[in-house]
């Protein structure tokens, strides 16, 4: 039996990809919609990570290790969507060592996740003049 997307997501995650360099992590569009990767990771996502500071539920799981926030997983260093997608995408069914599960998520979800964390991103300060 195949187990739920939402009993999955609730298996903790400790690692995500640096990824490509980040000049590509700003050039290159995100194909998801945030908006929509929002309202599904506060469904799903809540378990174990701080999706948004205004989430209604505190995650359950909290280490150690601690799974990162959405906002922490945004500001990796050369972090780009597209290393991100392939990460979540080739993760396991059954994680070792305490990693996240593959989320089973459809490839539309799973670009808007990707689109809703890119977006957390800080953005970068205005030069001064």
């Avoid at 998801?32 to 989430?55: F, I, K, M, S, W």
């Avoid at 991100?84 to 396991?92: A, G, I, K, N, S």
């Avoid at 070792?96 to 593959?102: I, Y």
């Amino acid at each position: 039996m195949r187990p739920s997307r939402f009993a999955v997501l609730a298996i903790i995650a400790v690692s995500t990809p640096g990824g490509a360099p980040a000049a590509d992590a700003q050039v290159k569009p995100v194909e998801g919609n945030a908006e929509d990767g929002r309202t599904l990771a506060l469904r799903a996502c809540t378990g174990c990570h701080v999706v948004a500071p205004d989430q209604p539920f505190k995650p359950v799981y909290t280490g150690p290790p601690r799974p990162p926030d959405f906002k922490e997983i945004a500001n990796q260093p050369n972090l780009a969507a597209a290393s991100l997608q392939h990460h979540l995408e080739t993760l396991p069914a059954v994680p070792k060592d305490l990693r996240m599960a593959n989320a089973l998520l459809s490839s539309q979800e799973l670009r808007d996740v990707v689109a809703f964390i890119i977006a957390l991103r800080d953005k970068p300060a205005a030069p001064t003049r």
